[in-house]
């Protein structure tokens, strides 16, 4: 039996200790893409129809790359937050699971790379 009160036991942050963490960036994430969704929405409307070369010079002015490259990391962060938390729900094999979370943390992470680079490549 122990001594602890049933509300110091449950202070915890379980076993793995950062699901608390998980949970904060996962909210954190998903605020930061309200307005950087909007803002990106709402520069495609305007973008519509334009040419290669007007894209091009919208993506090389440098506050609207940084806005895109804050999208994109928060966009695949959450993103890989939101397939873990499947992962580890419904996915009971333990190789499996640590399967589809190394593959989910590798995958999030190529594309997100991908995208900053090709973000870069045209704004430098």
């Known amino acids: 039996m ?6 110091r ?5 379980g ?6 963490h998980h949970w904060w960036m996962q909210r954190l994430t998903a605020i930061a893409l309200v307005p950087l969704s909007i803002w990106l ?10 040419d290669h070369a007007r894209v091009t010079a919208w993506i090389a002015n440098p506050v609207v790359a ?9 966009m695949f962060y959450h993103l890989k937050l939101g397939v ?5 729900d419904y996915v009971h ?16 992470t190529v594309l997100a790379v991908s995208c900053i680079f090709a973000v870069l490549k045209i704004a430098v």
Do not use: D, H, M, Y
């Not at 094999?93 to 999030?108: D, E, I, Q, R, S």
């Open 2 to 7: 122990s001594s602890q009160t049933s509300l």
């Open 9 to 13: 036991r449950a202070r915890g942050l």
């Open 15 to 20: 076993s793995a200790k950062e699901g608390v």
């Open 41 to 50: 929405l709402t520069s495609i409307a305007f973008l519509a129809g334009a």
């Open 66 to 74: 940084l806005l895109l490259i804050l999208t994109l990391t928060a």
């Open 84 to 88: 873990q938390v499947v992962i580890e």
């Open 93 to 108: 094999a333990k190789p499996v699971k640590f399967a589809c979370v190394l593959a989910n943390n590798f995958g999030n």
